[in-house]
């Protein structure tokens, strides 16, 4: 898809970074792809490429199994920036001579410029940058100067014919000053790009290929009700109009009002061809009496992969399956050894396209979160639904611990409403990645009016996370927190207690099943 564009490739050797400097290249308005750092040249000759990036990583040249890039391109005349690691395969791998680390240099260090550089243009004489590395260059290899140092240490080279930089600090983190203008300037001074991504420009394109990929042909989707599907499903209508089935599932799962809410968007106001499915009956009676939590995906998956089957086939023939995947789904650049570290394929619905023999249409495999959400706002979805917080595939099964019934689905989805209004009347909806109410499988006694109760136990939880993998308890305000748990024990028949979660992950999780 990305064969137009101009194109940044990222040679990932390792760094916790690589994904971040992906993020800055499109940020300044260039497409930009990782790939593994031994990937052949040949295989970008398709690709408008303008230049590679080469990434950081933990290993040191000198070790046996050091990873290694593609000669070739130092043969070539595209550009390259080499950044800490990249920099040493680059200055060794071309007569340099690298010198072994004594001690590790983490942190800030004060850059001096030497001689002029179009990678410095318009930058001051001196600056801070950030370092994490051990090993440095000692010695350039031939034909490259000097154009910066952290006191002794030599930490930008430049080629003096090709368009060949490497830097030994980390332009990408914000702790590096001017770190965004020097990827700027590699990007524009030296690559020559001119920045043709931008989120309309994805959106257009995107239509247009799919328009030419599927033809007259018939696809499917499955909502889940979240961004990800949503914008999909919204590209591929635009490219197909009603060719594009539509399947939203109601598993009796869902948060209060939320069917209603998500059919009437997706027909209403986004003019899909949606297919409204009631099949509350099926996952209740399926998930009778079932405790264990993952026995609980297994059976909401299981059942899913079945009334979706079933529908799919009622519609005659179809040939392709649109999915919401992302881009950080797509690419693993956490370890660089290993054919199976390289790309892992995700597929949101598990076992679909196998069974099924359906083609995958995946028009957001290469975006961010952050970037979707833009394409949503540049499709018009309203900004409600754009910033809303996650939600589990399997749903308040989750959140009721111990067995789900109507009579507990009821009592999580009142509290929750609660939760979820009283959060937003804070302004605190958005500030915050997921905040929602959980349904204990204990009872507590209590008092109300004259007598005693002995009733349900809700819990609240609230985290701020960056991408659901870490996550810390938000310190709500006491008074906030008052009034959650006064209108949830005053409102809500059946519970008679609240608690605040203040656990963070790791240890705990988001969710707490
Ligand atoms: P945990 O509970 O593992 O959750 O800290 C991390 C993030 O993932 C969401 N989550 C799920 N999403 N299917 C999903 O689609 C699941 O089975 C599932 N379990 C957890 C959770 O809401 C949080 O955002």
Redesign the pocket.
């Known amino acids: 898809m990305a064969d137009e564009h101009e194109t940044i490739i990222i040679l990932d050797f390792g760094s916790q970074y690589t994904q971040l400097i992906a993020r800055r290249i499109r940020e300044a308005g260039v497409y930009s792809e990782i790939h593994a750092y031994n990937t052949p040249v040949e295989v970008f000759k398709n690709k408008n490429v303008k230049g590679y990036v080469l990434s950081g990583g933990p290993d040191s040249v000198f070790e046996k199994n050091a990873p290694k890039g593609d000669p070739r391109l130092l043969s070539c005349n595209v550009p390259i920036l080499g950044i800490c690691y990249g920099l040493q395969w680059m200055a060794q791998e071309q007569g340099g001579k690298v010198a072994a680390a004594e001690e590790h240099e983490y942190g800030r260090a004060h850059l001096q410029r030497r001689v002029k550089s179009p990678l410095f243009r318009g930058l001051p004489d001196e600056f801070s940058v950030w370092m994490s590395h051990g090993d440095h260059v000692e010695v350039p290899p031939a034909d490259y100067a000097v154009i910066g140092m952290t006191g002794k240490t030599i930490s930008a080279i430049q080629h003096r014919q090709r368009p060949f930089y490497g830097i030994q600090f980390h332009p990408e983190v914000a702790h590096t000053e001017h770190g965004t203008q020097i990827l700027k300037n590699f990007l524009f001074e030296v690559c020559g790009c001119c920045g043709d991504w931008t989120m309309g420009s994805f959106a257009d394109r995107t239509v247009a290929q799919i328009r030419d990929r599927v033809g007259a042909g018939q696809a499917v989707c499955a909502l889940?009700g979240g961004v990800d599907s949503t914008v999909a499903a919204v590209l591929v209508d635009r490219a197909i109009g009603k060719r594009l089935t539509c399947i939203f599932v109601d598993n009796g799962l869902l948060r209060k009002d939320e069917y209603q809410e998500v059919i009437q968007r997706f027909q209403d106001k986004l003019h899909l061809n949606v297919l409204g499915i009631d099949a509350r009956a099926d996952f209740l009676s399926k998930l009778e009496g079932v405790c264990d939590p993952e026995e609980k995906?297994k059976i909401i998956g299981a059942e899913f992969i079945r009334i979706f089957e079933r529908q799919a086939k009622s519609l005659g023939p179809v040939e392709y399956l649109v999915q919401g995947t992302l881009y950080p789904d797509v690419i693993e650049s956490v370890s660089v050894r290993g054919p199976s570290a390289v790309i892992k394929t995700h597929h949101n619905v598990g076992g679909l396209p196998e069974s099924m023999h359906l083609k995958l249409i995946e028009p957001l495999r290469e975006l961010f979160k952050d970037e979707v959400r833009r394409v949503a706002q540049e499709l018009g979805l309203d900004p409600e639904f754009i910033h809303r917080q996650?939600?589990?595939?399997?749903g308040l099964a989750?959140r009721i611990l111990g067995p789900v019934s109507e009579e507990r689905l009821s009592i999580l989805r009142q509290a929750d409403k609660i939760v979820e209004d009283e959060i937003r009347t804070a302004g605190l909806y958005e500030k915050i990645?997921?905040s929602f109410a959980i349904l204990l499988p204990v009872s507590s006694v209590g008092v109300m009016g004259d007598g005693r109760t002995y009733e349900n136990v809700v819990a609240v939880r609230a985290v701020h996370?960056q991408d659901?993998?870490t996550?810390d308890w938000v310190h709500l305000p006491y008074p906030l927190l008052a009034r959650i748990s006064n209108r949830i024990v005053n409102e809500v028949r059946g519970v008679n207690r609240v608690v605040y979660d203040i656990s963070s992950?790791p240890p705990?999780?988001?969710?707490?099943?």
Not at 508 to 513: A, F, V
């Open positions: 889940s995906r996650p939600f589990p595939g399997p989750v990645w997921q996370s659901g993998m996550a992950k705990s999780t988001i969710e707490w099943e």
